[in-house]
């Protein structure tokens, strides 16, 4: 054999060996296509079932939380109706330690008022329980007191001018 003739033949092995090369560089390339693919494509698939999901905890917080609000306008209606309904009995409080005292001066009937009030106000407005029974039992040992006064100001033979009691209790309390 020539030269030429292994040259060529040489030459024609060169590019068969490169040709399947490039058939393999290929068939990698076509594979990592295919592979890349199915990965965006799982990637794709992950993000829209978490954006389900995000969406759907996004909807069950949503209706907790409007649940949640609408209970606390239902609550704040009853402890707005409740304080109204507390506020009219002192109202009438005032009214009837009128009628018991007559000669009782306005300013006296209307301190026993402010201060049936304020005791309203501070049981009404602290959030801490222990407090709050507290204040309630000041408000309702005041009314009581209040109360009782008026009963022993019925006419009788010794009809009291002011009611004392209630009055001490003003006086005593800080």
């Known amino acids: 054999m020539s030269l030429s003739s292994h040259f060529f033949k040489l030459v024609r092995l060169l590019r068969q060996e490169n040709r399947r090369h490039l058939r393999e560089l290929e ?6 296509k295919r592979r890349q693919k199915e990965m965006e494509l799982s990637l794709e ?5 978490r954006l ?25 209606d009853q402890d707005l109706r409740d304080y109204q309904r507390y ?10 330690i009128r009628q018991s005292f007559t000669h009782a001066p306005d300013v006296i009937v209307l301190t026993i008022h402010h201060h049936a009030k304020q005791l309203l106000d501070q049981m ?36 009291p001018l002011l009611p004392r009691r209630a009055l001490k209790l003003i006086l005593n309390n800080p």
């Not at 389900?52 to 239902?74: A, H, N, P, Y």
């Open 87 to 96: 506020l009219k009995a002192v109202d009438d409080l005032q009214d009837q």
């Open 45 to 49: 698939m992950a993000r829209r079932k």
């Open 52 to 76: 389900l999901e995000m969406e759907f905890e996004l909807e069950r917080i949503k209706r907790q939380q409007q649940t949640d609000l609408e209970q606390l306008e239902s609550k704040l």
């Open 27 to 32: 068939a990698d390339r076509v594979d990592f």
């Open 124 to 159: 009404w407005s602290t959030d801490d329980l222990h407090e709050r029974l507290q204040r309630e039992r000041e408000f309702v040992k005041f009314l009581t007191t209040v109360y009782e006064d008026t009963l022993q100001s019925q006419p009788g033979d010794s009809q």
